[in-house]
């Protein structure tokens, strides 16, 4: 059974930065394509980043520039992060980490991220 528990969300003013991360608790993400899919309210889930095992990364043009994606492994325990800055209002939405391969898709159970003055 893999789970996928995401932590670092929050409030925070325009402009302002957060890293969200995302522990499985097994080595998925050696072998498993991790990525970061948001909710805002009556909008669709989208996804806003991805990352391959070998490192190749993409984004969401909405968040091109402003947001970074990486791993960290340390054994058997595997980190996916999502590094967002120059927040806006409209990033506010539940934030899900994902990890994906051959038609297997595992999720987390989101992360509020709130942009507000």
């Known amino acids: 059974q893999v789970q996928l528990v995401e932590s670092g969300g929050g409030l925070v003013q325009p402009g302002g930065s957060l890293r969200l991360s995302c522990t499985a608790s097994?080595?998925?993400?050696?072998?498993?394509?991790a990525g970061w899919y948001r909710q805002a309210p009556g909008k669709q889930r989208e996804l806003v980043a991805s990352?391959?095992?070998?490192?190749?990364?993409?984004?969401a043009d909405s968040v091109k520039g402003r947001c970074s994606i990486d791993i960290d492994r340390d054994g058997a325990k595997t980190t996916v992060n999502l590094q967002m800055n120059s927040l806006k209002p409209e990033d506010t939405a539940v934030y899900y980490c994902?990890?994906?391969?051959?038609?297997?898709?595992?999720w987390g159970q989101g992360t509020q991220v709130t942009v507000s003055s």
């Open positions: 994902t990890a994906e391969r051959a038609g297997y898709l595992y």
């Open positions: 097994t080595s998925i993400f050696y072998s498993y394509v």
């Open positions: 990352i391959t095992p070998g490192g190749k990364t993409n984004y």
